[in-house]
């Protein structure tokens, strides 16, 4: 039981449709993250959102739209994916966000996206 | 931003204790040590992080370089279940965390 709960674990979804990506935390945690990991690469931040305001966004392209209701839950658009967008989409929180350097980060399980 | 520079892979047996080391010779002095693991088929799991002073956990112990520029991680008796990449990463000045390609720890039988 990690506090990070994201669903689907499993998506496969074709360039032109459309899909979202859920992630709720349990923790009371005010800092939410999004990750993606490819291949035999490292995790590499996507955006960062802290008390609901998106506070980082890695030059992420439009086709993937964030969006943080409140504190708890965050959610990734999808839109006109390309085969390169296959990978694993890690959602993560903490406490506060990475201006608090000691902050431990607790991660969900995933989902697992094939794009066709 | 700081980097950290680990082995790509280590083998320990089971039931032995493990010593993951890390080196991160241009730390900054504000910047923490963290430790995370992922195990297959799961999201990164925290572990321990310190900023100067070794610190221990119910998952391992961290042991810091007096000068800071390298870290160690020790599993005290390593099961089949450690077995994981294990991530390095310094947090501070970056404000988030830059995750490298970690060591691969394959617990021998």
């Known amino acids: 039981e990690t506090g990070v709960t994201q669903t689907p674990r499993h998506l496969v979804m074709g360039m032109t449709n459309k899909k979202s990506l859920k992630c709720e935390q349990h923790?009371?945690?005010?800092?939410m993250y999004w990750y993606k990991q490819s291949a035999k690469k490292p995790l590499e931040l996507m955006f960062v959102?802290?008390?609901?305001?998106?506070?980082e966004n890695n030059s992420v392209p439009s086709r993937f739209s964030p969006e943080c209701p409140n504190s708890s839950h965050l959610f990734l658009h999808l839109h006109t994916l390309q085969p390169e967008d296959s990978a694993l989409y890690l959602c993560?929180?903490?406490?506060?966000?990475?201006?608090?350097?000691?902050?431990?980060?607790?991660f969900g399980d995933g989902t697992r996206l094939s794009i066709l | 931003d700081a980097k950290t520079t680990q082995p790509n892979s280590m083998e320990s047996n089971e039931e032995e204790p493990v010593h993951l080391p890390c080196n991160h010779s241009t730390i900054s002095g504000t910047d923490y040590i963290h430790w995370y693991r992922q195990l297959p088929s799961q999201g990164p799991e925290y572990v321990i992080h310190g900023l100067t002073s070794n610190v221990n956990n119910r998952m391992a112990s961290l042991a810091i370089a007096e000068d800071r520029k390298s870290s160690t991680l020790i599993l005290h008796r390593a099961t089949l279940r450690d077995a994981a990449v294990y991530y390095c990463?310094?947090?501070?000045?970056?404000?988030?965390?830059?995750f490298g390609s970690g060591t691969q720890l394959t617990v021998l039988p």
């Open positions: 923790l009371g945690h005010n800092a």
């Open positions: 990463i310094l947090s501070g000045s970056a404000r988030q965390l830059t």
């Open positions: 993560a929180s903490s406490q506060k966000d990475g201006r608090v350097a000691n902050q431990p980060q607790h």
């Open positions: 959102y802290n008390f609901k305001e998106q506070t």
